[in-house]
């Protein structure tokens, strides 16, 4: 027999098995972005440069004034997610455990999958003109990325997709490394610290030729430059048979990227973090268990990111 609190007693139990079945699956966004807590309506990061160089000057001259160029500006506000789940008194009653439990566990499941895939839809996006986040109104990879002080517009993007193997990781490496800031600095990135990401399909690839105790696909035994230097995150959460939540754009089996860690701009912003509230009904003798989150993914800057399609085809953006 039931009492008038049994869906308060059940509530632990409930909660264990939501965070069980969340813990199913990693977190991606904890791989790739950096993460941040920011509870605001309006989340908002400014980017500045710095002088490209000290001017030249000579004696008894007067000192010419250096200042930061202002950037741009990248705004987005938090995305809200909520769902709730339904146990009725008449399932306690006839011990029907196994369904609440299962219940809970896929409401756990389904709050990991959708930070996974809202999140990676920066990635499955990155050459989708319309999904744009920074200032220049440009997407993640983009082969005309303007410049704040009016100068040559800059690429993190291959022109022509050029698919992974060890000569183009090359060709990303050195265009991370020759990246320049707002006002044309060298930003001297890209020599260390670099994570390959790529989705699921290109995982051997990835792992032969940044792995392999000496170069891949040579008879003469040379050095494997790579090895040691480049990191390879195998993201399950970009490939083609993925969507991304944003704008229902689909993953790629070819697309890969590189990135310098602590260096590129990718962000995922918490407003909420997930919590869970459960309520009883007395008129339908229901209880019901709510999750209820708040976050966003940006990019508050296309520096120390470079990508490619990886199909062969032209891409300008």
Known sequence: MLTSNWAKALEPNITEWIHEGFLEHPDSTT????????????????DSFGPRIIPKSSEAAATQLVSRQKGYETVATPQIFKAKMFASAEMVRWNQYREIMDDAKDLGRSVIQTLNLFGNSALIEAFTSTSTSYGDSKPLCSTSHTRPDGGTAQSNASSNSIALNETNLEIAILALRQQLSGTGRKLNIGGGNLVLVVPEALEKEAVIITGSQLRSGTADND???YKGRVNVYVNPWIGSDVTSMANSVAGSDTAWFLLVQGQHGLKFVWDQKPVYKSWQDNDTDAMYTKVYFSCQYLWAHWYGIWGSKGDGTSYSS
């Open 31 to 46: 791989e790739i972005f950096d993460v941040l807590n920011e509870s605001s309506a309006v989340i908002r990061f400014h």
């Open 223 to 225: 050095l494997n430059w």
